[in-house]
């Protein structure tokens, strides 16, 4: 039984994901399996998977989206312990090694980050402060914006099954959605070394595909509040990074005469404020 398995989701990507599968094959820690998940691609990517160097799964599905390849690859997999890799990222070859090693010393971590190397059109590029990193009860911080990328993460398997996975309704921001769920229950290890590279700003990449991102993490946040047993402060958190994003869609969907969309972050806006007021109240 293998200690990792590591999975790949990809779609139409046949060169880079023989690169990021060459990556994984190049891991100074070698007890895992790796599991590559082909959503649908219409190109060469089944033939450039076969022969040496091939991963130990290959699944090919029918095209449903990022989310649905991540969990068909969890469902498929052998080991307690779950890595992701994007089709288009690339891990350094000490990846692996250093989250087992930190996770054996701190063994009441059941998640753990790394932090990464930005490529943006071939050229490196520094994250902004917004993007900083931290160990910890980090679910506050993930509020704003994906502060974990999938690429760098390493956990049990048991939480992704007990959080049902990835939000397959989701077309993106699922990363967003689950990261929230998983931090507002358990802390995070994070490790100030660049142990992965993301490669961005290449045309299909899914954070171009939808406009206006917030519309999803909004979707996200409501979900979260409604259904998840948040603690006073979680829940404060939760309505106030709400109210935030709600008020710039509906600055935007006004802005553009879109009056039913306007109306209803309006409406959001109002279910926050009220609710935010209730908890004031029980915590007087």
């Not at 160990?135 to 049902?164: A, D, N």
Request: hydrophobic share 35%.
């Amino acid at each position: 039984m293998p200690f990792i398995s590591v999975i790949i989701p990809t779609y139409n990507r046949c060169r880079p994901v023989r690169e990021a599968i060459e990556s994984v094959q190049a891991q100074s820690f070698r007890d895992f399996e790796l599991i590559v998940v082909d959503d649908g691609s219409e190109d060469e990517t089944c033939r450039a998977l076969s022969g040496k160097g091939s991963p130990d799964g290959y699944l090919y599905l029918r095209h449903g989206g990022v989310s649905r390849a991540r969990n068909a690859g969890v469902r498929a997999a052998r080991a307690e312990w779950i890595a992701f890799l994007d089709s288009d990222d690339l891990w350094l070859p000490q990846k692996l090694q250093r989250q087992v090693d930190a996770l054996m010393v701190q063994p009441e971590f059941q998640l753990c980050y790394t932090d990464e190397i930005w490529i943006r059109r071939g050229v490196r590029v520094n994250p902004m402060k917004k993007h900083q990193k931290y160990s910890g009860w980090i679910f506050e911080r993930c509020l704003p914006l994906c502060l974990i990328s999938p690429s760098s993460i390493l956990l049990r398997r048991q939480l992704l099954e007990e959080e049902g996975g990835f939000d397959e309704s989701l077309p993106v921001c699922e990363d967003y959605d689950l990261w929230l769920r998983l931090t507002c229950m358990h802390p995070v290890l994070f490790l100030e070394e660049k142990l992965i590279v993301k490669r961005g700003g290449h045309p299909d990449q899914l954070s171009h595909s939808e406009w206006g991102m917030d519309r999803f993490r909004l979707q996200s946040l409501l979900r979260l509040a409604r259904e998840k047993p948040l603690t006073s402060w979680q829940e404060q958190a939760v309505w106030k990074e709400l109210i935030r994003k709600a008020q710039i869609l509906q600055q935007g969907a006004a802005k553009r005469n879109y009056r039913e969309e306007a109306s209803f972050y309006e409406r959001k806006i109002q279910e926050a404020e009220d609710r935010l007021n209730q908890l004031a109240g029980t915590t007087c």
